[in-house]
């Protein structure tokens, strides 16, 4: 695997380098780490993952704090290795509201995993983990496999898409629909963020595309597909298995706060069980763990823990970074000016890490105006939040925190979709109703016309 610039920097950190030999030679071992802040943990995980051939999970304490890390993850590290698996729910269990992206998350992961694909990078959080999943086996069973050259006809497609409980409809713009007209058939299934175009010539399938449902363009080609149903709408005492069972035996799992995501997921199931009792929810408690059975799960695997000590028995290696956060700067130039030359005068480099050249080309102005003596390297990186490492004399700072920016997550197939109307949603609208204009805002809505 290629290495990363950023994660290159700290090629030859002594801590990183312990961590990363300890955990490899230790079987059965417990690893916990102290020190990290910032982004420092993603790139830890990063440094560490690209000379390992494990399947690695990382469990956050908060869905936010997921999604930051995945984000991280896929900047630093091969993006398409990196995968994201949600909660079924747009909240949690109790809740009810189910997501269709997530279960499309959620199914591409467990399919990764059952193809026998070890290496990985899953990252998840407490609301995901404690849902029940279908077994390897059915998950088998409710699967299937088109490659291009295969002899099938669009009816039997349709019979079998019918027996999957996918909806017909003239246009696909969500998981579970299907559509078909003339010698293409349209399919967007639950293991895939983007749905399949089925072009047929006879009773052959003579190629197959992924596209866009907001522009219809094709964005790519494929050999083979994996059609699924909605996993999460199969008969109750189908799902059964927990998400560890999943795993490769040999996969690295890391916590960060475990005592924390133990206590969550027991309260969820705590109040799940009371919002059953009482007839809010049905069948929910059911399709869920408690944070003392995840526990005895992952106890199985090879540990790694964020923090100042153990929470899973066994004996443990301890290690310390000596990182602190990324100052707070406030949009005070001068300020940050006098921080960057205070590292110089005491032998730290800085780095400012930015996606973007002209915010780089931005700070080069200013501080060129502040003070000229000012110097830095950029990166053109994402990251969410910059530290120092004062063992290796390198500090690594964020050009949204320094401009004091909300830094928004994306999770691909998650919130990659654009933010406009789909179709769906124009054609029910009816004439009166508000809605809101990229360019003109608010108004009324007159209707649609040929």
């Known amino acids: 695997m290629k290495e990363d610039t950023l994660t290159s920097i700290f090629r030859n950190h002594p801590v990183l380098v312990s961590v990363r030999n300890t955990v490899a030679a230790n079987p059965a071992g417990r690893t916990v780490i102290d ?5 420092a943990k993603a790139i830890l995980v990063a440094k560490a993952f690209q000379s ?12 936010e704090d997921a999604a930051y890390f995945y984000n991280d993850l896929t900047s630093l590290t091969d993006a398409e290795i990196v995968y994201f698996f949600p909660s079924t729910y747009k909240r949690s ?22 193809s026998g694909k070890r290496k990985g990078i899953i990252v ?23 490659a291009k050259g295969d002899k099938l006809s669009i009816e039997f497609i349709e019979e079998m898409l019918q027996e999957y409980r996918f909806e017909r409809v003239d246009f696909v713009n969500e998981p579970g629909q299907y559509s078909i007209r003339g010698s293409i058939a349209d399919i967007f299934s639950f293991s895939e963020d983007l749905p399949y175009r089925l072009d047929f010539f006879g009773d052959e399938v003579d ?43 040999s996969s690295i799992i890391i916590f960060d706060e475990a005592p924390f995501i133990k206590d969550k997921i027991n309260d969820i199931y705590y109040q799940t069980s009371r919002r059953e009792e009482s007839g809010h929810v049905v069948g929910k408690k059911e399709i869920i763990i408690t944070g003392n059975h995840l526990m005895e799960e992952c106890s199985k695997f090879r540990i790694v823990e964020f923090g100042k000590k153990g929470f899973f028995a066994g004996e443990y290696v301890s290690f310390r970074f000596n990182t602190e956060p ?22 730290y480099e800085t780095y400012i890490v930015s996606e973007s050249q002209s915010q780089i080309k931005r700070l080069e102005d200013i501080f060129s105006e502040v003070n000229p003596e000012v110097s830095f390297k950029p990166l053109y990186k994402n990251i969410h939040a910059g530290f120092t490492d004062n063992d290796m004399k390198i500090a690594i700072y964020t050009d ?22 789909s179709v769906k949603e124009l054609t029910g609208l009816n004439p009166g109703d508000y809605v809101v204009h990229i360019d003109h805002g608010i108004g009324k809505f007159g209707g649609l016309e040929k």
């Open 207 to 249: 190629s197959i595309r992924t596209f866009n449902t907001d522009d219809q363009l094709s964005v790519s080609t494929k050999n083979q597909i994996s059609v699924i149903p909605n996993i999460q709408d199969i008969h109750i005492e189908k799902i059964n298995d927990t998400f560890t069972d999943f795993l490769p035996p």
């Open 35 to 39: 020190g990290l802040t910032g982004s």
């Open 400 to 421: 949204h925190q320094i401009f004091d920016r909300y830094h928004k997550f994306k999770i691909r197939g998650y919130f990659s979709r654009k933010e406009s109307i």
């Open 124 to 146: 998840t959080y407490p609301e995901a983990l404690m849902e029940k999943v279908i077994s390897k086996k059915n998950l088998k069973t409710n699967t299937f496999n088109i």
């Open 52 to 63: 390992s051939s494990r399947t690695f999970m990382v469990v956050l304490p908060e869905k």
């Open 326 to 347: 990324q100052p707070v700067f406030n949009k005070n130039f001068g300020l940050l000016a006098d921080k960057l030359l205070e590292n110089s005068a005491n032998g």
């Open 93 to 114: 269990v109790q809740y009810e509201q189910t997501e269709p992206a997530n279960i499309v998350l959620r199914t591409e992961v467990l399919n990764h995993l059952a």
